[in-house]
């Protein structure tokens, strides 16, 4: 496969690393190399299977138009964008294209927004989530903390929220508390925490490095390769 990398921080720059690692050729553009997506043509597309993006909200929203109106295939890392999360799914089905996001891409989160879902069938108990991560991340809650907040408030409610529900109700919840915290170089932390009136229990999930996120993005390109639609990256996971 052939693999083009959006975004040359430390999550992309990883995410090529591990690429290259499992057999796949890898291009990468930093956003100087790709502003407003002006190199996204068609021509530097071409045998290119998979686009992975891990850049900004603002730069992945140019980046998904520019692939998916070409019918490209794109997996997005990136969070953030997801007030036009409906947009970007029609644009790829419209366009023959595939679209694969993600809040998440480790396999570890993943079977916390499981455990997660069976914590919180509870009753009685009262839910709150914190989430840490580095300093220059700039969006909070995170969006792996807010589909943890969707989770618990669809199981809780019976009614299938979509994260974009959640995120626009995000502030005035009351149901399910989300605190944030920016420090240093953390590479991501997410404790669920429910307290009951005679006990306290807590979901914890540490990355201790940012290859589990890298890994997942690629093994997720390589499901993605050869199909068309949208999918959430929790749809998905147990086929990788």
Not at 106 to 133: C, M, N, P, W
Not at 144 to 154: G, K, P
Not at 171 to 183: I, L, M, Y
Not at 191 to 212: K, N
Request: glycine share 8%.
């Amino acid at each position: 496969m052939l693999v083009l990398v959006l975004g040359k921080g430390k999550t992309g720059s990883l995410v090529a690393q591990v690429a290259r690692e499992r057999g796949h050729g890898v291009r990468i553009y930093d956003l100087a190399e790709n502003p407003h997506a002006a190199a996204l043509t068609a021509p530097n597309l071409a045998g290119i299977d998979v686009v992975i993006d891990f850049t900004t909200a603002e730069a992945a929203l140019e980046n998904m138009r520019a692939v998916l109106a070409l019918g490209c295939r794109i997996v997005v890392g990136t969070t953030g964008w997801y007030s036009q999360l409906n947009d970007m799914k029609a644009l790829a089905v419209k366009r023959g294209g595939a679209l694969l996001y993600g809040a998440n891409f480790s396999i570890g989160v993943q079977k916390l927004f499981r455990l997660t879902a069976e914590l919180a069938k509870l009753d009685e108990y009262k839910f709150s989530i914190v989430e840490t991560h580095h300093q220059s991340k700039l969006d909070a809650p995170s969006g792996t903390a807010l589909t943890l907040q969707q989770i618990i408030e669809s199981t809780r409610s019976g009614t299938a929220l979509t994260l974009q529900q959640i995120i626009e109700s995000a502030r005035s919840s009351t149901n399910v508390e989300v605190t944030s915290h920016r420090v240093g170089d953390a590479k991501g932390e997410h404790v669920v925490t429910a307290t009951g009136p005679d006990d306290v229990i807590e979901l914890r999930h540490d990355a201790l490095s940012r290859r589990g996120f890298a890994l997942g993005a690629v093994r997720a390109a390589e499901w993605l390769h050869n199909k068309s639609g949208a999918w959430d990256f929790r749809e998905v996971f147990d086929q990788l």
